[in-house]
């Protein structure tokens, strides 16, 4: 797995490359937490994730919790199909805001700011 991280305007981006698994998931965190103070909102980019196990799965919730307790928010965007399937299974995707694309993703930030 390869992790890439990126910002845009006030929205930090993680790129998830490979598979978030039992074996990787760790390294997830670990970046999360070492970019947590650069932003409040991020955006997982999943477009080049092709697996997601509930090990993985748990460390995003675990990063969503995080940003939560600091006032932020950790939107998906680009979920390819079988990790998609892990979300829909778990109902996962009823906390987190998935997007299609990272754009709308990472604009769905200034939405929420003029509500």
Do not use: W
């Amino acid at each position: 797995m390869e992790l890439i991280y990126k910002q845009e305007n006030t929205v930090g981006i993680i790129e998830v490359v490979g598979r978030l698994d039992a074996y990787h998931a760790p390294e997830l965190r670990a970046m999360y937490d070492s970019v947590a103070d650069k932003a409040v909102n991020f955006v997982f980019d999943m477009s080049n994730c092709e697996f997601v196990d509930s090990t993985g799965l748990g460390t995003i919730v675990a990063c969503l919790k995080s940003a939560s307790q600091g006032g932020g928010d950790i939107h998906i965007a680009n979920l390819q199909d079988k990790p998609r399937m892990v979300f829909d299974i778990t109902r996962a995707h009823k906390i987190f805001h998935i997007f299609d694309d990272l754009d709308a993703a990472v604009m769905s930030f200034d939405e929420d700011l003029g509500e």
